[in-house]
């Protein structure tokens, strides 16, 4: 299993103006949300984070490829990733959420985004995953 406690990032270390994240995520990462949707992939993520006086800017870079189950035989397939996602982040009294705006408890100051960066790859899935003609696995009806 993955440590996740590197997707956890302390807002009140980061210096106000710009600052570069990269992570790079394996199986190990998709194994350790215990999801059933994605259960494997080699992504990499770049997160520019842009602090001011009041407000954090998170821009997510998300590309790779993400292994699903082929719609019509149930075999894996490889799935292509490439989204760019962005949040809006501020300190409060308590941790919420609001469409593209996060709370964050001034207390902790922490922000995970490792369920932030798996529904960006999810929501970059099409509806309808299948193999590339000729490839899939299931006898044509």
Known sequence: MCSLEVLKIDLKELNEG???LNFSLGDAYFESLDEEEIKRGNISVSVNVKRTENYFEFDFHTEGTVVIPCD???????????????????FGEEYSEDDDLITVDEREGILDVAWF????????????????????????I
């Open 72 to 90: 019509i035989c149930l075999d894996d397939m490889e799935q292509a990733i490439k989204t760019d996602d962005r949040l809006i982040v501020k």
């Open 18 to 20: 710009v600052s570069t």
């Open 117 to 140: 960066i798996y529904e960006f790859i999810a929501l970059n899935i099409p509806a309808k995953h299948v193999h590339t003609p000729g490839k899939c696995n299931a006898a044509m």
